[in-house]
């Protein structure tokens, strides 16, 4: 079985910052991409950052130049560094891999349990 664990979600202040981990029960590289999804509450989840195995990154507008998203591959873990936070962050977090599982393009996704983070005015 796969597994996506998360820690690091929490209450923080506007203007700090939080960190975020997701541990993979596997080497990263065996997932094709993996990222950060958060969901507020009566919203659509949305994806925040997203790193592939070649270690390309990408990010949602709202959350270039503030949030980071990087890897350690000894500790098959994979972060996301959030900074300057606003109340607009205030989501459930999710931790996300994918493996594509044939040529058309299928894919199949884990995921991690969501974590809460919540800032505060």
């Known amino acids: 079985q796969v597994q996506l664990v998360e820690s690091g979600g929490g209450l923080v202040q506007a203007g700090g910052s939080l960190r975020l981990s997701c541990a993979a029960s596997?080497?990263?590289?065996?997932?094709?991409?993996m990222g950060w999804y958060r969901q507020a509450p009566g919203k659509q989840r949305e994806l925040v950052a997203g790193?592939?195995?070649?270690?390309?990154?990408n990010y949602a507008d709202s959350v270039k130049g503030r949030f980071v998203i990087s890897r350690d591959s000894a500790k098959n873990t994979v972060y996301l560094q959030m900074n300057n936070l606003t109340p607009e962050d205030t989501a459930v977090y999710y931790c996300?891999?994918?493996?594509?599982?044939?040529?058309?393009?299928?894919?199949?996704?884990?995921w991690g349990q969501g974590t809460q983070v919540t800032v505060s005015s």
């Open positions: 790193i592939n195995s070649g270690g390309t990154t």
């Open positions: 596997r080497s990263i590289f065996r997932f094709d991409a």
């Open positions: 996300n891999a994918f493996t594509v599982v044939n040529v058309e393009g299928a894919k199949r996704d884990y």
